[in-house]
């Protein structure tokens, strides 16, 4: 008998709200056994009540990636129940706000560990399961501004600029394994985030976030093959 096909399995940072929701949303639609992580435990369980009603199976994992061992656990955790991951979207990010000169250690350092340490963890954490299983995807979520950095949103920028170029470095490593890496430098996206950061945006020229989730899933698709290692710029 010929042997059944694996049912996928997606890893989401910060998958309880925002862009990290509407992927793990996407994802469970076209039957994908979904991971996720997010902080908030009350927007934790939202969201894995939601999911679960979709998805054919959602684990759930209450985490702080500013945590040095929260990332590989969420890696770990993910493959001891579904033994493969073959898609993996660093949605997570914490963007201080303010001038370089007021910007505290500890925002500088979770800045560092949610949107830098985070991706290298996820990333090396499930590099060996994808290439043992023939492949995977890895999306990180950037940002626009991290080519042209606006006073006040230095440090984010920086991180991002900082993803772009671990983006390239993973696609170049990962091509002869068939791993694909991918970073989406999003403009505004309408989140609570945006509201954080830019009370009063303009809704009609931000992303809607089932838009970004669209192109994620795309990005596991034949159609984008060929890109990458790429930044692609997504806005509005």
Known sequence: ???????????????????GLAVCRRFARVGYRLSLCGRDAAALTAAHDELEKVAPDVLA?????????????????TLERYGRIDVVVN?????????????????????????CEATFQTTRAAWDAMRAQGG?????????????PPAGLGVFAACKAWVNTFTRAT?????????????????PVRTRLLDDLAPGHPA??????????????????????????QTLDVFI
């Open 171 to 187: 696609a170049a490593e990962g091509r002869p394994h068939d791993i694909r890496a991918f970073a989406l430098a999003l403009g």
């Open 61 to 77: 994992m209450q985490l702080d990636l500013f945590d040095f061992d929260a990332a590989p656990n969420l890696i770990a955790s």
């Open 91 to 115: 949605s997570a990010g914490h963007a201080p706000v303010g001038p370089l000169d007021q910007v505290g250690d500890e925002d500088f350092r979770r800045a560092l560990a949610v949107n």
């Open 136 to 148: 995977g995807t890895i999306v990180n979520l950037s940002a626009a501004l991290a080519a042209d």
């Open 1 to 19: 008998m010929p042997e059944e096909t694996p049912v996928p399995v997606v890893v989401v940072t910060g998958g309880s709200a925002g862009v």
């Open 204 to 229: 009609a020229r931000a992303l809607d976030p089932d838009e970004v989730a669209d192109l994620v899933l795309a990005l596991t698709g034949p159609t984008f093959r060929h890109a990458s290692g």
